[in-house]
């Protein structure tokens, strides 16, 4: 799948979570949307979670 695909995917269900279950609903969906994003990312190599962790350590000593 590309990343086409993924989006058109997630924007689905991000529409259908808002038409029939309203914001609650599409909040929820919204954030496990984000955190499988992430995880992916992670999976596939993309993500480096210890710079992540470095660049937010480092702005919070700003």
Known sequence: ???TTIG???GLALGF???FGGF???AVVLVFAAL???VG???DGELDV???MRSAQD???R
Do not use: E, P, Q
């Open 1 to 3: 799948m590309n990343a």
């Open 8 to 10: 058109l995917a997630v």
């Open 17 to 19: 979570a808002m038409a």
């Open 24 to 26: 609650g609903a599409f």
């Open 36 to 38: 499988g994003l992430l």
């Open 41 to 43: 990312r992670w999976l």
């Open 50 to 52: 210890a710079g992540l």
């Open 59 to 61: 702005r919070s000593r």
